[in-house]
């Protein structure tokens, strides 16, 4: 299995619709990321976790939110899908004073 | 945070010694080097980190020198399957989470 998991791996919703994608992750590391690419550029840094207790806003924050349910699971969610949301999203994991991150697969979504 | 710059894209042939330089002008003294590598639709992945001087794992060797104003990534006799991104970060082990510039896109040519 998987270190850090994603689900879905590809999503297609609609215009205004809410959606979430969800991340856990078994490495047991208290920071937690989620990370937003775009066809040919680099990740941004949507929001941020470094424990349970801790949410901060990255970047490109407007229109997303996250929620950290435990350790081990971090989730974020669009709240009212636009078509410029369309990306490919990655959640990542870390430990303190290792700059080591560790990437799940991606999730793919597409908004029409 | 310090921003770093390197080539957009990047040609070898297999089997040939592959070097990307990554400039970081303003690094500060906590900082550290750490490079990734991305293939198509999947997370990066970490290769390698380094402080100063010269880092070597199974994968990569990583060279800074004394001013570490800039390091470089060398990726012996590349294959093929080294065809990927490879992004260059600079940040402190601390809290402030890490930042992807744009990479190099390295293609390996049979």
């Known amino acids: 299995d998987a270190d850090v998991t994603q689900t879905p791996r590809n999503r297609i919703t609609k215009t205004g619709k809410r959606i979430m994608l969800e991340c856990s992750q078994t490495?047991?590391?208290?920071?937690m990321y989620w990370y937003r690419q775009d066809p040919g550029l680099g990740l941004q840094l949507i929001y941020y976790?470094?424990?349970?207790?801790?949410?901060n806003k990255g970047e490109i924050s407007d229109g997303y939110s996250v929620s950290r349910q435990a350790q081990a699971k971090f989730s974020l969610s669009l709240e009212s899908a636009i078509p410029n949301q369309t990306a490919l999203y990655f959640c990542?994991?870390?430990?303190?004073?290792?700059?080591?991150?560790?990437f799940g697969s991606g999730t793919r979504l597409t908004v029409v | 945070l310090a921003k770093t710059t390197q080539p957009i894209s990047m040609d070898s042939y297999e089997g040939q010694e592959v070097n990307i330089t990554c400039s970081h002008n303003n690094i500060a003294t906590n900082d550290y080097i750490t490079w990734y590598q991305q293939f198509p639709s999947q997370g990066p992945r970490f290769i390698i980190q380094g402080y100063k001087t010269k880092v070597t794992n199974e994968v990569a060797s990583l060279f800074i020198p004394a001013d570490r104003k800039s390091s470089t990534l060398s990726l012996p006799r590349v294959s093929l399957s080294d065809t990927a991104v490879y992004y260059c970060l600079v940040g402190d082990t601390g809290n402030t989470p890490l930042v992807f510039g744009k990479g190099t896109r390295l293609s390996v040519i049979a």
């Open positions: 990542a994991t870390s430990e303190p004073r290792v700059r080591g991150y560790t």
């Open positions: 976790s470094f424990d349970v207790k801790d949410i």
């Open positions: 490495k047991g590391h208290d920071r």
